[in-house]
């Protein structure tokens, strides 16, 4: 068992575009996809948390979604208004979008077959959540087990953002390379609610290997009107089979705790965990209990698949 392997960033054809992906740990360990969220690169599945997963036995796969990072950049989409927030919410006026979320969890599926994944944990936090949902409801065959994060079901009774939450959500895209660093970590520091000294220490570096991999607002529009136009999962993840875990934070102001416990609500036999003074982020704090509890989920999913 070589926890430690590691194969840096490659290019994945799949699904009709282009994915960078990059993995951790043993070939023959059992695969765990990472989804990540709405503008959020592979990178902020962090190495370490991605090592320390590898660690318990599981070949950490992290990707790049469509529009962002090192992956295919998409075109169309203008920036989204609130004006057709509004339309959505009182009117029930669709929000037009080149992609929906089906499209990205089919990303994931070409991603699995480039490399010649049958089945694999699915592992989503946020906007990654939705598509692993999404991939669970549509292709049940792939999955082993599903851990969502941090998400919802897309359920329009699910309370709103916080105001500050929202707030970094529309702003609008840093003119300089200083202001998206200010920006990074003023962001974060609303999304993870409280103080966190080991990340904010990290803020700068992170931002730094996110500017360098790349920045795509439009591809992030883009990826915020997937999620408005996918529409509510509720009824559908009721024929979900997978064995799910749902993991959300009792502070988070983005995606609030309200749709964590809807998620697993609306999955027979979900498990829900909630995890004291966390936000809407996986700081560090938090890792041994957010990796411990994936670790206990997905082994537990195989044991049983095994019978």
Excluded at 132 to 140: D, G, K, R, T
Excluded at 195 to 220: H, I, K, Q, W, Y
């Amino acid at each position: 068992m070589n926890a430690a392997f590691h194969q840096p960033e490659r290019i994945a054809r799949a699904n009709g575009i282009e994915l960078c992906y990059e993995i951790f740990g043993d070939a023959d360990a059992e695969p765990m996809l990472m989804i990540m969220g709405l503008g959020a690169q592979m990178i902020h599945w962090d190495d370490d948390f991605c090592r320390q997963l590898a660690a318990r036995g599981f070949r950490v796969i992290r990707f790049d979604n469509r529009d962002i990072g090192k992956s295919s950049k998409l075109t169309g989409g203008k920036r989204l208004t609130p004006l057709e927030l509004l339309k959505l919410r009182f009117l029930k006026i669709p929000i037009a979008a080149p992609y929906k979320l089906s499209d990205m969890a089919k990303d994931v599926i070409g991603l699995m077959d480039a490399l010649g994944i049958k089945s694999a944990h699915i592992v989503g936090a946020s906007m990654g959540g939705m598509i692993a949902q999404e991939i669970a409801i549509s292709f049940p065959q792939r999955v082993r087990s599903l851990t969502s994060i941090m998400s919802t079901t897309g359920n329009p009774k699910v309370p709103s953002p916080s105001r500050e939450a929202t707030a970094v959500l529309m702003a609008p895209p840093p003119a300089t390379k200083e202001e998206y660093f200010a920006r990074f970590a003023q962001t974060w520091k609303v999304l993870r609610v409280g103080s966190f000294p080991e990340d904010e220490a990290l803020d700068r570096a992170r931002a730094e290997r996110t500017f360098e991999r790349g920045l795509n607002p439009a591809g992030v529009g883009r990826q915020l009107r997937a999620i408005l136009a996918s529409g509510s999962r509720k009824q559908r993840l009721a024929a979900v089979k997978a064995p799910t875990l749902v993991i959300h934070g009792t502070v988070d102001p983005l995606v609030r705790p309200e749709g964590g416990k809807d998620t697993a609500a609306s999955i027979p036999g979900a498990k829900l965990l909630m995890i004291e003074g966390m936000g809407h982020a996986l700081p560090i704090p938090m890792w041994p209990q957010v990796i411990d509890a994936i670790d206990k989920h997905a082994h537990a999913a195989s044991a049983k698949a095994m019978h």
